[in-house]
């Protein structure tokens, strides 16, 4: 009767670590799952931004410092046990337009990436329904376009593409007039400013 | 004589339709220099830059506008060609092309410079004379 007894703790005993070996075995999986999206994330979202422009140029153009080839996004991380803590990612669509809103937009979204604040991403890809921009989107966090002028050519965009949620800022709506905004580094300024309250910090 | 044959391009007489420029103006190095050429090109007269995105959001007044111009041209930073597409998407079929990386210009290794953003709208230029 106790030898019963024995084996039937021993039973128990070997069920308890059939069990501890199984969820152990999960998390791992969802741990490397999570750090293959964040790789993934870290190559399709950004690899667009990871070269962006060294200077401008142009004399109409303000002077705003870009990263150079070599700067890494914050994504790509120090060490393994910086992946659980990274930052959740944050796109930036501009509409890039003709106008000189246009340029704003696009400046202030240029600059935006450049201090880390999100990563810029190519609108046209979303137009374009580009696989790897459309999928970095959809695996984005957050996201915000930023439109020049009231026709909100960025916003339509990505609703046409099938985005329902994301931040948005108009220019317009912070008294940037279209043809009347000359393009400076203050006015820029002024919408990376506005397009940061907008995204989560 | 010569002065005669290389007049500016949007003197030509292929009536009075405008010629537009679309670039991917994309968030690398290589877009930037499409957006800031066809700005160029726009300064320049050779063309007028309209919004990619205005296509690529089905704003109507800018699809009218693209379906009367005399010439469309599209500039793409690199190979995914994202201008080119959206276009299609657009249902446009018709268009030049420029893509930089055609151009000897690689995606994050081309910094944003005047020589290249005169390099590409030369290259746009030619692409628009009738």
């Known amino acids: 009767m106790e030898s019963w007894h024995h084996l039937t703790r021993l039973r128990h005993c070997w069920h308890s670590l059939c069990e501890l070996h199984g969820s152990l075995v999960a998390r791992s999986t969802i741990m490397a799952s999570k750090v293959n999206r964040r790789r993934f994330l870290a190559t399709a979202a950004t690899g667009a931004a990871v070269g962006v422009a060294a200077s401008a140029s142009g004399a109409e153009t303000p002077s705003i410092p870009l990263p150079d080839a070599n700067t890494k996004s914050s994504v790509d991380g120090a060490g393994p046990g910086a992946e659980c803590c990274r930052p959740a990612t944050k796109l930036i669509f501009a509409c890039s337009g003709a106008a000189d809103v246009g340029k704003i937009a696009d400046l202030s979204a240029r600059k935006l990436s450049e201090s880390g604040v999100g990563k810029m991403s190519c609108l046209a890809g979303i137009g374009g329904r580009v696989k790897p921009l459309m999928e970095a989107a959809e695996a984005s966090e957050t996201i915000l376009a930023i439109d020049g002028c009231p026709l909100q050519c960025a916003r339509n965009t990505l609703e046409q593409a099938g985005f329902k949620k994301f931040e948005h800022l108009c220019l317009a709506d912070i008294g940037m007039v279209k043809g009347q905004t000359p393009v400076t580094d203050e006015a820029v300024a002024k919408v990376a400013s506005q397009g940061k309250t907008k995204l989560p910090q | ?130």
């Open chain 2, 1 to 130: 004589m010569a002065e005669t044959e290389k007049k500016p391009a949007a003197s030509c007489e292929c009536g009075t339709a405008p010629k537009l420029i679309f670039s991917c103006s994309g968030a690398a190095d290589v877009g930037h220099i499409s957006d800031l050429a066809a700005r160029k090109l726009t300064r320049e007269g050779a063309g007028k830059m309209f919004c990619l995105a205005g296509i690529g959001g089905r704003v109507s007044g800018i699809v009218e506008t693209t379906k009367a111009a005399s010439k469309v041209l599209a500039i793409d930073g690199c190979p995914l060609d994202c201008a080119r597409k959206s276009l299609e998407e657009g249902g446009f079929e018709e268009f030049e092309h420029v893509r930089l990386s055609d151009l000897g210009m690689e995606k994050g290794k081309s910094p944003v410079s005047d020589e290249l953003v005169d390099k590409v709208a030369a290259a746009g230029s030619e692409r628009l004379v009738c």
